[in-house]
């Protein structure tokens, strides 16, 4: 892990240039994301890079995700001195040294044999908080176990059946996870042209089903043990996830289930944000899944300044305050530095990385995933400083204008 008072962006220079001018050695994996992705699809079967590339309908919104970002600007300020910079952001009673955390990616088995467990290995050693998905191919305790002391949070799917919901939760906490993401816009899986049209879901080829064939709630639920009809649990598995009843009382299930900081993920309406901040969460995630779940939607940086104002005025109806302790994070289309340094001007106060560690995974397991998420927080790193800024808590609209 890298010292935290070691400014990130010079250190990682500083140690490629050397290697590749003292030992002719070049990085292992792509820099640029597209070329990252292109070289991590190479190296997946057709199924898997379908289902990692894939997104809703035409793949619209995973398109407008990043084109949205173009739509501002930052504008650099000289002469600030930015010799000592901190990254550190307090969320959720938590102190990290970053505001990037690894997002929430199932069935990474089919990714890379180590799945899961090479992610968290890497992320706790870049000391980067990793979100573990309910559809992970490892337990949340084996991850948890991987995490050792590094900062995890637990996302969680909400089940048709409240008891499998309730058991993951307690499962959870006590495996030490930090807090619980509640992903609302799941309730089924989107239309995805790309696994329809290969006929593949990996969850029936016994991928990514880890947490619910572990459970004693889903156990409970089966005519037969998993180890006696693998195919009847994962059929049942198909008719458990996801819940198109789930509602508001959803959310009230889960805070009397846990005593876990809950952080609901898929908000993208300024109502639904409200009535978050009135539902006494913790915090909300900025987020339409990465464009994954509904084509032609908003994309979630363009959400994210009305999402905001109606958190910190919703807050100070509530109790006077600004809404400070309560925690917003975004996700979908964060890519390099720059998208993380508008997302956080915009009213962030982390983001989540998901598809670049992914391609990581693809090339390189846990080292791939190392080498990505350095990358990123040197391009964040060095990207601050030269805006003229040295630390993220004093960025906010000032450092950007909107492209005309």
Do not use: C
Request: proline share 5%.
């Amino acid at each position: 892990m890298d010292d935290p008072s070691d400014p990130y962006g010079p250190t990682r220079q500083r140690e490629v240039y050397a290697s590749g001018m003292l030992a002719d050695q070049r990085p292992d994996l792509p820099v640029d994301p597209d070329e990252l992705r292109e070289q991590a699809m190479n190296a997946l079967s057709e199924e898997a890079y379908a289902y990692v590339r894939g997104s809703a309908g035409g793949e619209n919104t995973a398109e407008r995700n990043r084109a949205a970002f173009d739509r501002w600007r930052i504008v650099p300020r000289m002469l600030q001195d930015v010799a000592e910079r901190d990254l550190s952001v307090d969320l959720l009673g938590q102190q990290l040294p970053v505001p990037v955390l690894l997002a929430p990616i199932g069935v990474q088995s089919i990714i890379h044999e180590g799945g899961e467990l090479a992610s968290a290995a890497a992320a706790r050693d870049a000391g980067v908080p990793f979100v573990s998905s309910s559809a992970a191919s490892a337990t949340m305790e084996a991850v948890a176990d991987e995490l050792g002391e590094a900062t995890g949070w637990f996302q969680l799917y909400p089940s048709v059946d409240p008891d499998v919901t309730a058991s993951f939760l307690d499962r959870a906490e006590s495996a030490g996870y930090e807090a619980v993401v509640v992903t609302l816009d799941t309730p089924t899986m989107g239309w995805r042209e790309r696994d329809v049209q290969n006929a593949y879901l990996p969850f029936l080829d016994g991928e990514g089903v880890a947490n619910y064939l572990s459970d004693p709630a889903f156990r409970d639920s089966l005519d037969a043990p998993p180890e006696d009809d693998e195919r009847g649990a994962l059929w049942q598995f198909i008719d458990q996830f996801g819940d198109l009843s789930m509602d508001w009382d959803t959310v009230e299930f889960v805070q009397e289930h846990t005593d876990l900081p809950i952080v609901l993920k898929g908000i993208l309406h300024p109502e639904d944000a409200r009535e978050a901040v009135r539902r006494g969460v913790d915090g909300i995630v900025v987020s339409n899944h990465g464009g994954r779940q509904v084509d032609g939607a908003i994309s979630a940086v363009a959400a994210l300044p009305e999402v905001v104002a109606a958190v910190e005025d919703e807050r100070a109806r509530n109790d006077g305050g600004d809404g400070d302790d309560f925690a917003i994070l975004f996700d979908s289309g964060i890519r390099r530095g720059s998208d993380a340094i508008k997302a956080l001007a915009l009213g962030a106060d982390a983001v989540l990385l998901g598809r670049p560690y992914v391609y990581g995974l693809a090339i390189d397991g846990e080292d791939g995933v190392r080498e990505v998420v350095r990358n990123f927080l040197a391009d964040l790193d060095l990207t601050l400083a030269l805006s003229g800024h040295d630390t993220v808590s004093e960025l906010d609209e000032s450092v950007l204008v909107e492209r005309s």
